[in-house]
């Protein structure tokens, strides 16, 4: 079994600063894929970012220059640091991580952490 569990959500002013976490646990092989997606309320679930351990990093156009992510491979976590945030940034962000499972050979299957909300308000 493999759990993905986030942390760092909140109230942030516009033009503020939020850090998001993320840890994999559980019977990893290896992580190919790791980032992070965000819904508003109304909307569909949308990317914001994926870093995959082999290619290049992929953002979102709306927060390219202001979120930033990270990955430490030997502690499996993946962190998402957000500056000038705005109100459009309002959204539950979801951890995401595309894993092989030990015994599992190649076969790769997708994960979802529980999400973590992020309101951007004065």
């Known amino acids: 079994q493999v759990q993905l569990v986030e942390s760092g959500g909140g109230l942030v002013q516009p033009g503020g600063s939020l850090r998001l976490s993320c840890k994999a646990s559980?019977?990893?092989?290896?992580?190919?894929?790791m980032g992070w997606y965000r819904q508003a309320p109304g909307k569909q679930r949308e990317l914001v970012v994926v870093?995959?351990?082999?290619?290049?990093?992929q953002y979102a156009g709306s927060v390219k220059g202001r979120f930033f992510v990270f990955r430490d491979n030997a502690q499996n976590t993946v962190s998402l640091q957000m500056y000038n945030v705005k109100p459009d940034d309002t959204a539950v962000y979801y951890c995401?991580?595309?894993?092989?499972?030990?015994?599992?050979?190649?076969?790769?299957?997708?994960?979802w952490g529980q999400g973590t909300q992020v309101t951007v308000s004065s």
């Open positions: 995401y991580a595309e894993i092989i499972r030990s015994g599992m050979g190649s076969r790769s299957d997708d994960y």
């Open positions: 870093d995959p351990s082999a290619g290049a990093t």
């Open positions: 559980g019977s990893i092989f290896r992580i190919n894929v």
